[in-house]
C-alpha cells in the first residue's frame, strides 16, 4: 500500500485511522474493527485499523502495556485478513521495525521519538508508509526535517500528524495553522483528534483528557483542509485498558463522521 491509495479516491473524502489505543485482545479489535468498517464502507471514507502492539510511554509501572508483541500483531493480522484493510501500529525502537512491518501496513512513529534518526531510518527501510506524530515540542516546520530523515533513506511513503502542542504541564493546545503548513512540505496531514485532547501529566500518573470535544476539534480539522484523521475508539472507554480518559466512544463514531463527510463536501464544493 503506499499514500496514493490512502489520498486519491474517487469518493474525495478523508481517510480515517481508528481503533483502539492498545490491542487489549482478539474478540475486542474484531468487534471494533467490524463497526468502523461498516461505517466507513457505508460513508466511503478509506480506512486503516489502528491499534498498539505494545504502549512503550507509560507513565507509571503498573501501567498496561499490551498483551504481548507476536500475540498483538497476529491480531493486527487477524484484522487485515478478515476485513480486507490496511493496519497501522507504533514502533518505538529501530529494531521493531523490521517485526512490525510483517503485520502493519503503516508504521506510526509516536510524537516523544519524532526526532530518533535511527528510528525513523529504519521505518523507512521497511517501505512501509511512515506515519510521524509532529512532536508536542515541535513547531510544525520543524516535521520537515523528519520526513527528510525517511525519504532520504529512500522511502517517499510518509505522512505527518498534527496532535497538539504542549502548553504548560498539563494541557494541550492545537495550532490548525499547522495542518496547511506541514502540507506544503508535500506530504498528506493527519488530524490526531483524540491525543490532541489529552491532559498528560497529572498527579495520579494517569493522563486526563477532554472527550467532549472530539467532534469540535474534528470538525475544525476538516474544515482546513485535513487529509486524514486519526481517532482512537473503544466499545466502553471508561473500562478502557489504556488512553480511556480521551477516547470516543464506539457508538457515537457513525454520526460524528457523517458530519465530517458533509462538512468535507462543502469544502470541496
Known sequence: MTIQDLKHTESGNFFLLAGPCVIEGEDMALRIAERIVKITDKLHIPYVFKGSYRKANRSRLDSFMGIGDEKALKVLQKVKDTFGVPTVTDIHA????AMAAEYADVLQIPAFLCRQTDLLVAAAQTGKIVNIKKGQFLSPGAMRFAADKVVEAGNSNVMLTERGTTFG????VVDFRGIPEMQTFGY???MDVTHSLQQPNQTSGVTGGMPQLIETIAKAAIAVGADGLFIETHEDPTV?????ANM???DLLEDLLTKLVRIREVIKS
Open 94 to 97: 529501530a529494531n521493531e521495525a
Open 169 to 172: 504541564y498539563q494541557d494541550l
Open 188 to 190: 498528506p496531514v493527519v
Open 240 to 244: 478502557a485498558k489504556s488512553d480511556g
Open 248 to 250: 470516543l466512544k464506539l
